[in-house]
């Protein structure tokens, strides 16, 4: 176990500069000019001259060449200095932080939400013995894979905040304010588990073990609780690993539906204004949030289905070579 989890820590850490090197390429290919750009934040349109800006270049360091800028980019990076933001001069650490808690509770609600709605229609769909009403339940994972977030945000914004008025639909304030925009990303996780699942759990209800429990007479339920329901949630745990990260990424679209104070809406105002170190530090966060979820989805394969041992390294097989 020490050696697999050493081993992805380190692949974790490759991931993580590789993130950080293919980020800070794009945002220097992108078109546009963090310099320019604050120069005409500041002088509000009324102008500036060619010495303001190739000062203002100066400041930021976007004077020097693409490699150094690299470098001291990386070098500051590894001991937690990320700059300061080109948009209000503040540290961009300090800036990105003060959002993530809301993006957090966003984010921790959706994947509830996204688990027990997409368990539970797997479930429901594996349970009733209609053929009909098994396909019908089983066409909503594939409805809510195919809708795009902003288009079911704008949906559930018109309806539940603008004619019935039963839930705020713009802002940070309370919990109310979190419903509308957890399940517009609890919807696309919904439907994921949920085909993940309904696959798993056909092709575990067709095992010759199942077929025993049936004989020596248990329920329906119990086959799919008791038995059937451990041995098929393997695959969502790895979808589970994949999922998480999106919802981090997802927040970019839905904070900017819902107008909410997290680090989504932040990353689409840095990125309009080529605010790089606010960027770095969103990608960044994004890829560790990324790895660290599936490493441990990896270690609690074991405690689900014992016959996984991740931390055995098998004896190659020695013999005469033909």
């Known amino acids: 176990m020490t050696f697999f989890i050493a081993k992805r820590i380190a692949h974790a850490l490759c991931v993580l500069w590789a993130t950080f090197t293919a980020a800070f390429l794009l945002l220097y290919v ?14 509000g349109g009324s102008g500036f001259s060619a010495e303001a800006l190739q000062k203002m270049r100066a400041d930021l360091g976007l004077d020097r060449s693409v490699f150094i800028q690299y ?51 797997s479930l429901l769909a594996a349970y009733v013995r209609s053929p009909a009403l098994r396909n019908l339940l089983l066409l909503f994972p594939v409805v809510g894979v195919s809708l795009p977030s902003f288009w079911i945000g704008l949906i559930l914004l018109q309806i539940f905040s603008f004619r019935l008025k039963l839930l705020p639909g713009m802002g940070n304030d309370g919990a109310a304010s979190l419903v509308l925009p957890a399940i517009v990303l609890a919807i696309p996780t919904a439907a994921l588990i949920a085909q993940i699942l309904s696959r798993s759990l056909h092709a575990v209800l067709k095992s010759p073990y199942i077929t025993t429990a049936k004989g020596r007479g248990a329920s329906r339920r119990r086959l799919l609780i008791g038995h059937a329901l451990r041995n098929s949630i393997i695959p969502v745990l790895t979808a589970l690993g994949m999922t998480t990260g999106h919802l981090i990424a997802g927040s970019v ?49 074991p405690f689900i289905d014992p016959r996984i041992d991740i931390g055995v390294r098998r004896p190659k097989l020695s013999g005469p070579r033909i």
């Not at 992108?30 to 002088?43: E, F, I, Q, V, W």
Request: glycine content about 12%; aromatic content about 8%.
């Open 30 to 43: 992108l078109p546009g000019d963090a310099a320019l750009s604050k120069l005409n934040l500041g002088a």
């Open 71 to 121: 470098g001291r980019a990386l070098w500051a990076a590894l001991h937690g200095n990320f700059g300061l933001s080109a948009q209000t001069g503040q540290d961009a650490l300090q800036m990105f932080a003060a959002g993530v808690p809301e993006t957090l509770k966003l984010a921790g609600l959706a994947l509830f939400l996204g688990l027990v709605l997409g368990m539970g229609l």
């Open 253 to 301: 679209v839905v904070e900017t539906v819902f107008s909410r104070s997290g680090i989504g809406l932040l990353t689409v105002k840095a990125v309009l204004f080529q605010d790089t170190p606010i960027v770095l530090v969103a990608v960044l966060f994004a890829a560790t949030v990324f790895v660290c979820v599936n490493l441990l989805v990896d270690i609690l394969y």
